[in-house]
């Protein structure tokens, strides 16, 4: 005789299918991917997904709130762990790409989000706020690395956060493209650690 499965709690539920829909989308494609295929992937039927989730682009675009999150999350840890305030923006890199070796899923995400924003407002739009966050973090880490000396003060946080998240991007679409950036990155790393921290 089978002993049925307890139910989650609503709210354990929606974090069940969040997770699994995260590695189904970050694993294949926003447009490839159907809500039968997640359903399946979580353990539920459709009419249970829709119960958390209103459409697919819904559970998207929490997937790449959940994304962030734990991305932002693993940045603070890092930063706290770097003594040299210089360093900084060596660790929040190392610390993403490390993450993303073993299952890439914010660098999945955000190529596909970027893709997709070309055709669908609404994933545009998020991208649009969510990028300018990221991008608010970033300058915010510069700004305090400048005030405990580890960038030179003549430096502009905003701009430098946007190239530092710029070369993330290229960097992701490199990683796309089978290492295309492998041998000159290093490179263009050192030169930017130069320039924002006066240091060789």
């Known amino acids: 005789m089978s002993v049925a499965k307890p139910r989650l709690p609503a709210s354990e539920r929606r974090a069940h ?30 009419p249970i997904l829709y ?75 998020y991208m649009r706020a969510h990028l300018r966050e990221v991008h608010a973090y970033i300058a915010a880490v510069i700004e305090r690395g400048q005030a405990e000396g580890g960038f030179l003060e003549d430096r502009d946080p905003r701009a430098e956060a946007w190239l530092f998240l710029s070369l993330g991007i290229l960097k992701m679409a490199s990683l796309r493209l089978g290492g295309l950036m492998d041998d000159d990155f290093p490179a263009i790393i050192a030169a930017r650690r130069t320039w924002l921290t006066g240091r060789a």
């Open 17 to 46: 299918v969040l997770g699994c829909a995260c590695r189904v989308f970050a694993d294949g494609s926003y447009r490839g991917t159907t809500t039968a295929e997640l359903a399946k992937a979580s353990g539920v039927t459709e």
């Open 51 to 125: 119960r958390h989730f209103e459409s697919k682009r819904e559970l998207y675009l929490a997937c790449l709130d959940a994304s962030w999150a734990d991305l932002r999350a693993r940045w603070d840890e890092a930063i706290e762990g770097e003594s040299d305030p210089a360093l900084w923006l060596k660790a929040l890199a190392t610390s993403f790409f490390e993450a993303e070796k073993k299952r890439p899923v914010v660098s999945s995400l955000w190529i596909q989000a970027l893709s997709e924003a070309a055709e669908d407002d609404g994933i545009r739009r």
